[in-house]
C-alpha cells in the first residue's frame, strides 16, 4: 500500500467532509488518536479543535505529556478535566460490559457533548480501526470507539457526525502512516493503550483508590518491559484477595497480574517468554505498592484470552 497517497487522499476526503465546518477530536496519545489528529490538523488547521480528555483512568502523566507533545509538533490540544464525571458514572459498576458502556456513555454523551455544543462542532474525528470494527461486530466485545457499526447513529444519539479515517487500517498500517506523516517513534511506536484505559485493567468496581494502585503497577511494568520490543505489556488488578505476611502481620493484600504478549495486530496474540530475573523484579517492585502482596504473570494467548481484562 502507498501510504504517502493514503495521508493525500484523508486529508482531502477531510477537507471536501467538513468544508468550512469545525471538527472536534478527542486524543489519547495513543498511536491511532494521534494519526487521526495530525490529518485532521493539515486538513483543517484551526478549524480542528483537539482535546484531551482527562477521564481518571490516564496513566501517571499521561495528559501532561501528550499535550506537551503535540504542542511540540505546532499542534494545539486543550486539556479538559473530567475524571469527576467518570468516577461517578462507574461508580458502583462490576460488570465488563457495564463499565464499557459507562466510559462510552460518558465520554460521548457527558463530556464530548458539552464540548461539542461548547465549540459548535458538526463532525467528531475518531481513530476507529478495521479491528475494532471486526470485534465488534463478531460480538467479541462491544469497543468503546463503535457507534454506527452496532445500529447507534451519532447524528441522532449525540448530534454530530463521525468521521473515521483510519477504519480501512489495521494497527501495522496505522503505524506505517504515522510514519509517511513524519511522526516521531514515541508515538508511531508507541504500545496500544486502549480507550476506556486503566478501566479495562481493574476487575470489579474502578474507584480512584483502585485506579492508583493500578496506575504505580502500570508504571513499573512499562519501565521494566519496553526493552522487550513486545507489541503490549500491561498490569491488571484483579478484584480477589490473598493472604500474605507485610511486616510480620497477616495481610489480606491486593493481586496484580502482568502481560506481556508478541502480536501483529492484536486479534491474536501469544505470551512472551521473559527471563526469570526480570519476572522476580517486576514481582519485587509490583509487590512493595502498599497493599499488593502477590504479583502473577498471564501466559495465557489470545485466543482463548483477549489481551485486556474486561
Ligand atoms: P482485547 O482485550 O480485545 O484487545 O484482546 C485487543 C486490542 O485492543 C485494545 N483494546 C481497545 N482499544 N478501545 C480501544 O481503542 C477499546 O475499547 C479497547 N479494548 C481493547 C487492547 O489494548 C488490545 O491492544
Known amino acids: 500500500?502507498?501510504?504517502?497517497?493514503?495521508?493525500?487522499?484523508?486529508?482531502?476526503?477531510?477537507?471536501?467532509?467538513?468544508?468550512?465546518?469545525?471538527?472536534?477530536?478527542?486524543?489519547?496519545?495513543?498511536?491511532?488518536?494521534?494519526?487521526?489528529?495530525?490529518?485532521?490538523h493539515r486538513a483543517l488547521g484551526d478549524r480542528l479543535k483537539t482535546v484531551f480528555i482527562d477521564s481518571a483512568l490516564m496513566r501517571e502523566g499521561e495528559p501532561q505529556r501528550v499535550v506537551k507533545t503535540f504542542a511540540d509538533l505546532g499542534i494545539p490540544v486543550r486539556l479538559v478535566d473530567a475524571r469527576a464525571d467518570f468516577l461517578k458514572a462507574l461508580k458502583g459498576l462490576t460488570d465488563p460490559e457495564e463499565k464499557r458502556n459507562a466510559v462510552t456513555k460518558t465520554f460521548y454523551s457527558t463530556v464530548f457533548g458539552r464540548l461539542v455544543r461548547e465549540t459548535g462542532a458538526k463532525f467528531l474525528l475518531h481513530g476507529t480501526i478495521l479491528t475494532d470494527i471486526e470485534e465488534t461486530v463478531a460480538g467479541i466485545k462491544r469497543q468503546h470507539n463503535i457507534l454506527s457499526q452496532v445500529g447507534i447513529d451519532p447524528q441522532?444519539?449525540?448530534?454530530?457526525?463521525?468521521?473515521?479515517?483510519?477504519?480501512?487500517?489495521?494497527?501495522?498500517?496505522v503505524r506505517e502512516v504515522a510514519?509517511?506523516?513524519?511522526?516521531?517513534?514515541?508515538?508511531?511506536?508507541?504500545?496500544?493503550?486502549?480507550?476506556?484505559?486503566?478501566?479495562?485493567?481493574?476487575?470489579?468496581?474502578?474507584?480512584?483508590?483502585?485506579?492508583?494502585?493500578?496506575?504505580?503497577?502500570?508504571?513499573?511494568?512499562?519501565?521494566?518491559?519496553?526493552?522487550?520490543?513486545?507489541?503490549?505489556?500491561?498490569?491488571?488488578?484483579?478484584?480477589?484477595?490473598?493472604?500474605?505476611?507485610?511486616?510480620?502481620?497477616?495481610?489480606?493484600?491486593?493481586?496484580?497480574?502482568?502481560?506481556?504478549?508478541?502480536?501483529?495486530?492484536?486479534?491474536?496474540a501469544t505470551s512472551v517468554d521473559l527471563p526469570w530475573e526480570k519476572l522476580h523484579r517486576i514481582c519485587k517492585r509490583v509487590t512493595s505498592i502498599k497493599g499488593v502482596n502477590r504479583c502473577l504473570y498471564d501466559i495465557t494467548p489470545k485466543p482463548p484470552a483477549t489481551i485486556e481484562y474486561i
Do not use: W
Open 1 to 40: 500500500m502507498d501510504y504517502k497517497a493514503f495521508v493525500a487522499d484523508q486529508i482531502a476526503s477531510l477537507k471536501k467532509d467538513v468544508g468550512q465546518g469545525v471538527a472536534i477530536n478527542a486524543l489519547s496519545g495513543g498511536v491511532d488518536s494521534s494519526v487521526v489528529t495530525v490529518l485532521a
Open 156 to 173: 441522532k444519539e449525540y448530534g454530530y457526525k463521525v468521521l473515521e479515517p483510519l477504519m480501512t487500517l489495521r494497527k501495522d498500517g
Open 179 to 268: 510514519k509517511a506523516l513524519g511522526l516521531p517513534p514515541e508515538i508511531a511506536q508507541r504500545i496500544p493503550f486502549p480507550g476506556p484505559a486503566l478501566a479495562t485493567r481493574v476487575v470489579g468496581e474502578v474507584t480512584e483508590e483502585r485506579l492508583a494502585v493500578v496506575r504505580v503497577a502500570t508504571t513499573i511494568v512499562e519501565e521494566e518491559l519496553k526493552d522487550t520490543g513486545a507489541f503490549q505489556y500491561l498490569a491488571v488488578l484483579l478484584n480477589d484477595r490473598a493472604t500474605g505476611i507485610v511486616e510480620g502481620k497477616r495481610e489480606f493484600g491486593q493481586i496484580i497480574v502482568v502481560r506481556c504478549l508478541h502480536s501483529v495486530d492484536a486479534r491474536t
